[in-house]
Every structure is written in C-alpha cells, then in structure tokens.
C-alpha cells in the first residue's frame, strides 16, 4: 500500500517561512507578501497544522538575559545494552538539558544544554554521568551561533 503525502505547493512552503521567521505574523500580512486573501492563508494554515506540516509555535528567549548565556553540546556514549529510548530520557529530569538528540553511530546522542557559566556546565554535566549509563562525554561549548533555514 502507498502512503500518499498531501501536496504543498509553493506557496505553502512561503507561508511556512513566514510563519517560521515570526510567528506572530497576522495573516494580513502574510496574504500581503504570497498575493492571497487574509481568509484564504487562514485556511491554508489550518491545513497545514491539520496535515502536520506546522506542529506548533515557538518564541524566541535571549537565554543571557535569563541567566543562561552559555550553550554546549555534550556528545553522550552509553553502554552497548542502553536502548533508544533510555539514552532519549538520560536528561528529563534536568532543567538545564534542553533537549537529547540520539543519534546513529558514535556517539549514540548529543545533549544540548544551557547553564550560567563552567561551574554550572560542569555540574550538569556530572549529573549526565552519574547516571550509571553514561559511559563517556565529550563536551563543546558554544561560542556563538548564526541563523540559518533551521534551529535546534
């Protein structure tokens, strides 16, 4: 049996830059830039979060001011028995870790977190290991980041 995707066409896929660049946008001002009505872009959104194309929406934290100026990258291996999903709930429990992305190869997941400063980087860091799966990390820390089509 084949699965058929439903079809987004062009303007769909602006729509959902727009959306993804501010999605505060009304859509009177995305009908003003894809030349449709207001009416007619609420419709297609609603399609478009019907069909699962648009999953949510998000706001964008300037983390410094929050007290979180720091971000790492935390490259996470785990014993060879760990299943997939143990290795995806290794950090549910701390704040810090903002999300754990498992990955095919070596390593088998990278933690993305956000702390004060080192101290605080490497508390979380020792809460990760203390796990009793962890069997070794490799952290990157972040020294600045670039907007680009996506972010994690």
């Given at each position: 049996m084949k699965v058929t995707q439903p079809d987004v066409d062009a303007t769909d896929l602006e729509i959902i830059e727009l959306l993804?660049?501010?999605?505060?946008?009304?859509?009177a001002d995305i009908a003003e830039r894809v030349a449709l009505s207001a009416p007619a872009v609420k419709r297609r959104v609603d399609r478009?979060?019907?069909?699962?194309?648009?999953?949510?929406y998000t706001v964008r934290v300037d983390h410094?001011?929050?007290?979180?100026?720091?971000q790492a990258?935390?490259?996470?291996?785990?014993?060879?028995?760990?299943t997939v999903e143990e290795i995806a709930g290794i950090g549910g429990d701390i704040p810090e870790?903002?999300?754990?992305?498992?990955?095919?190869?070596?390593?088998?997941?990278?933690?993305?977190?956000?702390v004060?400063?080192?101290?605080?980087?490497k508390r979380?860091?020792?809460?990760?290991?203390?796990?009793?799966?962890?069997t070794g990390t490799k952290t990157l820390?972040?020294?600045?980041?670039?907007?680009?089509?996506?972010?994690p």
């Open positions: 993804r660049r501010d999605a505060r946008r009304t859509f478009l979060e019907r069909d699962g194309f648009i999953t949510g410094a001011k929050l007290g979180q100026p720091l990258f935390t490259e996470l291996r785990f014993a060879g028995n760990a870790v903002q999300t754990i992305f498992t990955t095919a190869g070596d390593p088998d997941a990278l933690a993305w977190i956000r004060r400063d080192v101290e605080d980087l979380v860091i020792d809460l990760l290991r203390r796990s009793g799966r962890v820390m972040v020294l600045g980041t670039s907007t680009g089509a996506a972010q």
